[in-house]
């Protein structure tokens, strides 16, 4: 019997099977010719036609299209941290969360290029919003975080969860990519849930906190110098603060896949830190509750040391705080520059109420880095 079917990803027997049904899909095949412009009228079926396992796939598809998004919408995209990572591990890499694709995909694509272990990426059950979407996510190696459930089937899905993240790791010898919260950073303060490290140790019988360390906790921080969905968090962020609610009208989340993948993002950085082991945790508390806040506690403090700032993030802590602390940070023409960014939003909400909340709300996302570094004398 196979306990994980309603959660885990395609097997390569699978693969088959799942791509004939796309053959001669129209909405497919416009995803595709967005993707890639170039490929002739039957470029698709053939390739199709040869694909029979889950590499294959993200080598055919995914892999060449994170590339073709990174060329067109970043200017430039640079990574660190290689030395903390080597090439025959496999690890649980806890990041920072901003976009809902390429976050993961971005990790993922780096790991292949560069030979070192790929695996699977958790994604939320919101975001399935179709057939084909479904179907894309688990030939790419995603498993299912079930989303909105009662209490006792959430409790039951997180033991079947965290015993599948452990069969990932520890059987099968792949990396995992998880959020360090539950969705996306919409604030810009990256902040670790411990609830997530809790979930992920449902199932060990052994001290929760030993287990957790023997799955080779890695803290990944992505920056983006302009974030492609910041007017829609701002939007959304703002309503909640004005009215106590915002409701998703059904296609909020594929905007916000859409947008993440097109609108430009200037310059992105991917830091990988450092394995965590036993040695960097205070673990004199008697409470396991302070043991699960003093690891995602080490975590944020990576994920934060290692976020690359940009000028637009001090030009925003400087206004939001009405000072000129980090003027020497940024010159007149980055400052230029991120203010054409920012004017270009606030220019579409001029005349809708709240107008100074979502403001705030905009330049905070931006402003939050800088206050974390801050806070922890990293700066």
Not at 82 to 99: A, C, V
Not at 196 to 212: F, Q, T, W
Not at 234 to 241: N, Q, R, T
Request: aromatic share 10%; net charge negative.
């Amino acid at each position: 019997m196979d306990i994980f079917q309603s959660i885990r990803p395609y097997k390569d027997s699978e693969v088959n099977s799942v791509l004939e049904k796309y053959v001669n899909n129209s909405v497919f095949h416009k995803l595709v010719n967005h993707v890639y412009p170039s490929w002739e009228d039957d470029t698709l079926p053939k390739k199709l036609s040869k694909i029979n396992t889950v590499k294959a796939f993200k080598e055919q598809f995914i892999y060449p299209a994170t590339k073709a998004g990174i060329d067109r919408s970043m200017d430039n995209f640079t990574i660190s941290g290689y030395e903390n990572i080597k090439r025959n591990e496999n690890y649980l890499f806890i990041s920072s969360h901003r976009d809902i694709v390429l976050d993961s995909s971005l990790l993922f694509y780096v790991l292949y290029q560069n030979e070192f272990k790929t695996g699977e990426t958790a994604i939320g059950s919101n975001l399935l919003s179709s057939d084909l979407v479904t179907d894309i996510v688990k030939l790419n190696q995603n498993f299912i975080v079930n989303r909105n459930l009662p209490t006792r089937e959430m409790i039951n899905n997180s033991k079947l969860l965290s015993k599948y993240i452990g069969h990932v790791l520890l059987e099968k010898e792949q990396s995992i990519w998880i959020s360090h919260r539950e969705g996306r950073t919409k604030d810009g303060n990256d902040k670790t849930n411990p609830g997530v490290l809790k979930m992920i140790a449902m199932d060990s019988e052994e001290a929760k906190i030993e287990y957790l360390l023997s799955l080779k906790i890695v803290p990944v921080s992505i920056s983006y110098e302009f974030d492609s969905c910041d007017l829609l968090k701002a939007g959304e962020l703002s309503e909640i603060e004005l009215t106590g609610k915002y409701e998703k009208d059904g296609t909020e989340d594929m905007k916000s896949i859409i947008t993440g993948i097109t609108q430009q993002k200037g310059r992105v950085h991917l830091a990988f830190g450092k394995h965590l082991k036993k040695e960097d945790l205070d673990l004199s508390s008697d409470k396991i509750q302070n043991h699960f806040k003093e690891l995602a506690d080490q975590i944020d403090l990576q994920i934060h040391k290692n976020f690359k700032l940009f000028p637009g993030n001090f030009i925003a802590y400087d206004m939001v705080n009405q000072c000129t602390k980090f003027s020497d940070k940024y010159n007149a023409w980055e400052e230029g520059k991120f203010m054409e960014h920012i004017n270009g939003i606030l220019n579409t909400r001029k005349d809708k109420d709240g107008f100074d909340v979502f403001k705030r709300i905009l330049l905070n996302i931006y402003a939050n880095p800088v206050v974390n570094q801050v806070e922890k004398n990293i700066l």
